[in-house]
């Protein structure tokens, strides 16, 4: 088991940063990529960014060149640094941890709540 913990969600306001943290513990060998999603009310959990053990990285295009994914393996940490924030941008934000190989084990933090407004 892989537990998640999520922080620096907030209010901030439009052009504003917020920089989300997701630090795991337990099973982390198990694991070979971490990621952002996020909700918004009435909508589906989309993709916002990943990064693997090999710190390759990728984007949903309406994030890229606003939003870094960042990973501190010594504090098996990801961070999400968020630049330029839009009123689109609010909703839960959502830390996931996977693998790419069987057992193909899949985790999901708690959630935390970014609103982006003025």
């Known amino acids: 088991q892989v537990q998640l913990v999520e922080s620096g969600g907030g209010l901030v306001q439009p052009g504003g940063s917020l920089r989300l943290s997701c630090a795991a513990s337990?099973?982390?060998?198990?694991?070979?990529?971490m990621g952002w999603y996020r909700q918004a009310p009435g909508k589906q959990r989309d993709l916002v960014a990943t990064i693997t053990n090999s710190f390759n990285t990728n984007y949903a295009d309406s994030v890229k060149g606003r939003f870094t994914i960042s990973r501190d393996n010594a504090k098996n940490t990801v961070y999400l640094q968020m630049n330029s924030l839009k009123p689109e941008d609010t909703a839960v934000y959502f830390c996931?941890?996977?693998?790419?190989?069987?057992?193909?084990?899949?985790?999901w933090g708690q959630g935390t709540q970014v609103t982006v407004s003025p």
């Open positions: 996931k941890a996977y693998s790419t190989y069987s057992p193909y084990s899949n985790y």
């Open positions: 337990g099973d982390i060998l198990s694991i070979n990529v």
